[in-house]
C-alpha cells in the first residue's frame, strides 16, 4: 500500500500563499487518482480537490480559483498551493491515494490568522 506524507503547514496571514507537499513513497506512477482534503476545527473531514492521473482536476467551491493541486511524476510530489487564503481556510489538510485506497496520514496543520 502507497503511504503519503504531508508538509508545509504553518500560520499566514489573510491574503497570503502556502504550497503543501504530499510525498509518496514508491511511485506515483501507481496512484491513480489522488485527493487534497481539509478538516476545519469542529467540523468534517471534506475533500476539496482531485487530482486524477489522467483528466480534469475537480475542485470544491470553497477553494475553486484560489488552490491548485499538481502533481510532480518526477519527484513523487503531490502538491497544493493555496493563494489568497482565508481565515475559514484554517484547519488540518491530508492527502490521500482515493484509488487506489490509502491510509490517513497525519495531516499538516494551516492557520490563516492575522
Known amino acids: 500500500q502507497v503511504q503519503l506524507v504531508e508538509s508545509g503547514g504553518g500560520l499566514v496571514q489573510p491574503g497570503g500563499s502556502l504550497r503543501l507537499s504530499c510525498a509518496v513513497s514508491?511511485?506515483?506512477?501507481?496512484?491513480?487518482?489522488v485527493g487534497w482534503y481539509r478538516q476545519a476545527p469542529g467540523q468534517q473531514r471534506e475533500l476539496i480537490v482531485t487530482?486524477?492521473?489522467?483528466?480534469?482536476?475537480v475542485y470544491a467551491d470553497s477553494v475553486k480559483g484560489r488552490f491548485t493541486g499538481f502533481r510532480d511524476a518526477a519527484n513523487n510530489t503531490v502538491y497544493l498551493q493555496m493563494n489568497s487564503l482565508k481565515p475559514e481556510d484554517t484547519g488540518v489538510y491530508y492527502c490521500?491515494?482515493?484509488?487506489?485506497?490509502?491510509?490517513w496520514g497525519q495531516g499538516t496543520q494551516v492557520t490563516v490568522s492575522s
Open positions: 487530482i486524477p492521473r489522467w483528466g480534469s482536476r
Open positions: 490521500k491515494s482515493i484509488d487506489p485506497p490509502s491510509s
Open positions: 514508491g511511485s506515483l506512477f501507481s496512484i491513480n487518482v
